[in-house]
């Protein structure tokens, strides 16, 4: 059973979309042990809640350095022997020593076509809003495996999706998740939980 963690701060449609998925079966012998939000009103508690899935609030302001917030997010996942932890929607960035224990093992879904619009700063709506002003006909999302470097490690998943003519941020923003990261970011954790993807330097090598 591939034990997994989640990391979220908003509405929570991405942990939604992979809980679907395992509920459904499309990924195998997999469970969701905890999620934890550095953000208490968050609506992914609920869907956690709902689902009966263990759920704790970390904030970082409750930490005075950084590094004891990281640990504290680790200790959590460690006490619950997580074996891949999923960032869904989490808007903190985690520190290098969060990576020592996982490496390889964290997940992270970018809304947009990484390298492009990626990075510290983007996240969120802003993301379309720089696609959008930018006037990209294409936009889509990117599932990646998580290094210390914010949105730069090796790329496992990536969808293309067309920009329409007078499309806000928020109706791209929702036509991404639609067409994308809700099928990459659930397909992404069933190769996982196969045992299907193999990392080569910074490319994701996906048996057959
Ligand atoms: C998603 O669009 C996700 O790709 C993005 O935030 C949204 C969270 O929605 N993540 C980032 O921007 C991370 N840099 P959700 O809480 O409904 O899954």
């Known amino acids: 059973?591939?034990?997994?963690?989640?990391?979220?701060?908003?509405?929570?449609?991405?942990?939604?979309?992979?809980?679907?998925?395992?509920d459904s079966g499309l990924i195998p012998d997999a469970e969701i042990s905890i999620v934890i939000s550095n953000?208490?009103?968050a609506f992914a508690l609920e869907r956690a809640t709902?689902?009966?899935?263990?759920?704790?609030?970390?904030?970082?302001k409750n930490f005075s350095?950084?590094?004891?917030?990281?640990?504290?997010?680790?200790?959590?996942?460690?006490s619950r022997n997580v074996e891949l932890i999923l960032l869904a929607g989490f808007m903190s960035i985690l520190g290098p020593s969060f990576f020592e224990h996982y490496e390889n093992r964290v997940m992270n879904i970018h809304p947009?076509?990484?390298?492009?619009?990626?990075?510290?700063?983007?996240y969120g709506l802003k993301v379309h809003e720089a696609v959008l002003e930018y006037g990209c006909k294409i936009s889509g999302a990117s599932v990646h495996f998580v290094t210390p470097e914010v949105d730069a490690?090796?790329?496992?998943?990536?969808?293309?999706?067309?920009?329409?003519?007078?499309?806000t941020a928020e109706i791209l923003q929702?036509?991404?998740m639609e067409e994308a990261e809700w099928q990459i970011y659930p397909e992404a954790v069933r190769l996982f939980a196969l045992g299907k993807l193999r990392v080569d330097g910074h490319q994701v090598i996906i048996k057959k």
């Open 1 to 22: 059973m591939l034990r997994i963690g989640a990391l979220v701060s908003g509405g929570g449609t991405n942990l939604q979309a992979v809980m679907n998925a395992i």
């Open 39 to 41: 953000k208490k009103n």
């Open 50 to 60: 709902n689902a009966g899935i263990e759920n704790v609030v970390i904030q970082r």
């Open 65 to 78: 350095k950084s590094e004891d917030f990281d640990r504290a997010l680790a200790d959590e996942l460690r």
């Open 112 to 122: 947009a076509l990484i390298p492009a619009f990626s990075g510290p700063g983007y």
């Open 153 to 167: 490690g090796p790329l496992i998943l990536q969808k293309a999706v067309v920009v329409e003519s007078g499309d």
């Open 174 to 176: 929702k036509r991404i």
